[in-house]
């Protein structure tokens, strides 16, 4: 399934905090990091979407479906905004591409002869190291 979705403002839900890690006084001043939240019931998604969203055993998504991402990269917090929209967005479509189905295939007869050969040979080169019998 190929899907080409961007999320809307009303189901993105933005809080700004500190940001965690080294920065000096602009850490301890400034909330630039961005927490988001989105609901994956309440979306727009196609139902098969949420379905394997929400079938995913990762840490960002809570026991009652709300995907929550953390970006603090980035000292502006529009820059922490727009990566945590575009890691939101890759986590969906990671999950709205359905692998291809592999189909199962019999080795060929050629492969079958050259296996039975080699295993053949490895049977007399094992035969060969056993001591003699009078």
Request: aromatic share 6%.
């Amino acid at each position: 399934m190929n899907l080409t979705w961007a999320p809307s403002d009303w189901e993105l839900d933005f809080s700004f905090i500190r940001a965690s890690g080294p920065g000096g006084q602009n850490v301890n001043k400034v909330s630039s990091a961005v927490h988001l939240r989105f609901d994956i019931r309440r979306s727009t998604l196609p139902p098969l979407i949420k379905e394997r969203l929400l079938a995913l055993s990762d840490q960002r998504i809570t026991n009652e479906g709300v995907i929550v991402i953390k970006a603090q990269e980035s000292r502006s917090q529009e820059q922490n905004r727009a990566d945590a929209v575009a890691r939101l967005v890759e986590l969906v479509q990671a999950v709205a591409h359905t692998p291809k189905a592999r189909r199962a295939t019999k080795p060929t007869y050629g492969s079958r002869q050259r296996r039975l050969e080699g295993k053949s040979q490895r049977s007399g080169i094992k035969a060969g190291r056993a001591k003699p019998e009078f």
